[in-house]
């Protein structure tokens, strides 16, 4: 019995002490990045999303791709500010909306706005399908104007996504690097505002993933998530008349697919993307489980990148390593979490033996709370630093958040494997909903 | 691809590691003794401490004289010692012994150096906790080995896997065909 006890602590230790070296080194390796671009942590923390073209140098000639399904309450907005360009062109993917998006991306987006239209049973196929009928489009559409392939870029775009203002200026000068193949944004929730699960996706994904996406810029594996998406064009020609995958994260697809054929993948601090945060945990539930599926079926591709002789080793290991996080991570963290709990209950009289007075407990629980909690310190400080406007209650919230939003992790990758392990494969799309009319950009 | 280790040499050198983990953990207890004979010599070697040998207990410890004369013994447990710990080590340089891209030469390298860093710092929490026992009793000695002795075995854990990586992708051990290979800019499908 000791000996198995034994067992499965070593299993957690050793668990905690790999997602701890991960976690720790993209952490400081994002901030390290940061500084090594001439910025901050605050960096974009106060920044608006209504003119990404200001400063443009139009030095590419690029075209968003906007795929969409019933659509009609965001695209309108997401089209007016994308139809500014010089040299930019938008194409709205209907796929078979019942309602009135392809009108409304029409009527707001202009002559540079194109609406391809998908019809059943074509249409609905998932978002890499909408994807590769679009490219078909642009492909022509290069031809036809006569346009370099090599001077231009794809960017993906959620129907809800909105670019920051001068995002082009500084994405653009990303791609005279030759061997930059794609590139993805910061991404910021826009109701982050709205209740707390909008507030600690706004936590996650500015705060966390932000800053360890800026470190991934060291591998050259930064991955793209479909929302400020910019690919090389002719990196995507590489992979076929269809570059986007049926996978469920067809993004992350993407990025195994590019990084497999020697492209890096970059991001900069000087731009972001905002989207709307799910409102409801179902909701919530559904697009993470997606997520995670997604994410677990694309380790089975680990040993695409291995295989590569040209990829260095660092970008090989770096990729594996964000490819295993469900399986090394949270499919085993779900058990040994609660195994971990219950030892400290069960052992507590020898876990918390220095207890022996009041001020023996107050020091001791305090020293114990900052080792325990550190990852959770260092992500409070790191969300309210982000972002000077979100005051210390509310990062300090979100920043142990995690110990109930841990659930939401095991519940989504469980789900996950359920439905891997049925054959399920089929695409729950994220619903949205009308934006709430903005208020005017407050300064830092 | 030239270059590369056979594969039947990648999957020996991978059985060799399964091997020594399995062992390590049948021989935990030799493992222990082991520990403690090393702590023994250290604790004496660095405060010059009067320890007795390995027979003096029944149970894998450390034996040793404090300056009030006092007699103490640090039993080295399953959970105190590295054995476990260790196999699982092993078992990740096992894992990485298979990757074809990474010599089996340069894993066992990284393996055996992140093993003597684990060895290493369960000794320094070892003696410590014998000093800290020594000098400032049996309360501080619960906040050193319920808490400290935890905290510095997590992140000594740590940072001999960030180590253990280190040496497997440092450059130069890769099967690179060309160091300018990477994208083809422009060629098409």
């Not at chain 1, 499965?8 to 991960?22: D, E, F, G, H, K």
Request: hydrophobic residues 50%; proline residues 5%.
């Amino acid at each position: 019995m000791n000996a198995f006890v034994a067992i499965v602590n070593t299993v957690a230790v050793m668990v905690i002490a790999l997602s701890l070296v991960y976690f720790l080194t993209a952490m400081i390796a994002g901030i390290h990045e940061l500084r090594r671009a001439g910025a901050a942590l605050p960096v974009q923390g106060d920044a608006v999303y209504e003119r990404p073209f200001d400063r443009e140098p139009g030095s590419f000639d690029v075209y968003f791709l906007v795929p969409c399904l019933n659509e009609e309450a965001v695209i309108g907005p997401t089209v007016r500010a994308l139809a500014g360009g010089r040299r930019s062109t938008t194409i709205v993917i209907d796929d078979g909306s019942d309602d009135d998006t392809a009108l409304i991306a029409e009527r707001e987006g202009g002559p540079a706005t194109t609406v391809l239209r998908r019809t059943l049973p074509d249409a609905r196929q998932g978002k890499g399908a909408a994807l590769n009928a679009a490219f078909g489009l642009v492909l022509d559409l290069v031809a036809e104007r006569g346009q370099d392939p090599e001077r231009v870029l794809v960017c993906v775009m959620d129907a809800d996504g909105r670019l920051s203002d001068g995002a082009l200026a500084s994405i653009l000068p990303l791609f005279e690097d030759p061997t930059v193949g794609g590139s993805q944004l910061a991404v910021r929730i826009r109701n982050r505002d709205q209740n707390f699960l909008t507030r600690f996706q706004d936590f996650q994904f500015w705060s966390m993933s932000a800053v360890t996406q800026f470190g991934r810029r060291k591998t050259g594996t930064v991955s793209l998530g479909g929302n400020g998406q910019f690919t090389r064009l002719t990196a995507l020609r590489e992979l076929g008349t269809e570059p986007w995958s049926a996978s469920l994260t067809e993004d992350l697809d993407l990025a195994i697919s590019l990084v497999a054929n020697g492209w890096r993948l970059e991001t900069t601090p000087d731009a972001s993307v905002d989207q709307q945060g799910v409102e409801s945990l179902r909701r919530l539930v559904v697009q993470r489980r997606r997520w995670y599926q997604g994410h677990m079926t694309a380790g089975g591709r680990i040993g695409e990148v291995w295989s590569n002789p040209s990829i260095p080793h660092a970008r090989a290991l770096e990729v594996s390593a964000y490819l295993s996080v469900p399986w090394l991570f949270d499919l085993p963290w779900s058990i040994l979490w609660h195994w971990t709990l219950a030892s400290l209950v069960l052992r507590a009289d020898s876990q918390f033996a220095w207890a022996t007075s009041v001020p023996a407990a107050l020091i001791g629980g305090f020293l114990w709370y900052l080792v325990t909690f550190a990852p959770a310190i260092f992500t409070t400080i790191v969300y309210h630093r982000r972002d000077r406007r979100i005051g210390w209650p509310t990062a300090i919230l979100m920043g142990h958040a995690f110990v109930v939003m841990n659930y939401l992790s095991f519940v989504c990758a469980w789900g996950a494997l359920i439905r891997m392990v049925r054959g399920r494969t089929g695409w729950d799309k994220t619903t949205r909903t009308a934006d709430e009319p903005r208020p005017a950009a407050t300064p830092a | 691809m030239t270059g590369r280790t056979p594969r039947t040499v990648r999957v020996l050198t991978s059985l060799v590691l399964v091997a020594g983990a399995v062992a390590l953990v049948a021989g935990e207890h030799i493992g222990r003794q082991v520990e403690s004979s090393i702590a023994r010599w250290l604790l004496h070697a660095l405060t010059g401490a009067t320890v007795l040998p390995a027979g003096a207990s029944t149970v894998p410890a450390v034996v040793f004289q404090s300056g009030d004369l006092q007699w103490n013994v640090l039993e080295i447990t399953v959970e105190c010692a590295v054995a476990y710990v260790l196999a699982a080590l092993v078992m990740l340089g096992a894992a990485l012994a298979l990757v074809p891209r990474f010599g089996p030469l340069r894993v066992v390298l990284a393996t055996a150096v992140g093993a003597a860093l684990l060895v290493l710092v369960n000794q320094v929490r070892i003696v410590l906790l014998a000093l800290v026992l020594a000098h400032g009793g049996v309360g501080p000695f619960e906040w050193a080995h319920s808490f400290a002795g935890s905290v510095v075995s997590l992140f000594g854990l740590a940072a001999t896997l960030f180590v253990v990586f280190l040496i497997v992708i440092r450059p130069g051990t890769g099967r690179r065909t060309s160091p300018q290979a990477g994208p083809t800019p422009g060629v098409q499908a």
